[in-house]
């Protein structure tokens, strides 16, 4: 049987480099469900996939935890 993934893509402001993604992956990578965290911050994106759908409001504690904004879009 194969499993669905969910993916939800965030608008992260306030990355500048490797560390600032380095910091929201970390972050958000402690949410149960999340399978796999794509961060750029050249272009601002944050792609989380999970087999379960994620809290968009522990998402974006994650993101504020990190020292950074996001929005869902």
Not at 22 to 34: D, L, N, Q, W, Y
Request: glycine share 6%; hydrophobic share 40%.
């Amino acid at each position: 049987m194969s499993s669905v993934e969910i993916t939800t893509e965030y608008a992260v402001t306030g990355m500048s480099c490797g560390h600032c993604e380095t910091s929201v992956r970390e972050e958000v990578g402690k949410i149960a469900p999340v399978k796999r965290i794509d961060v750029s911050a050249a272009t601002g994106r944050l792609t989380v996939t999970a087999e379960t759908p994620v809290d968009d409001a522990a998402v974006l504690a994650a993101v504020d935890e990190a020292g950074y904004q996001a929005v869902r879009i």
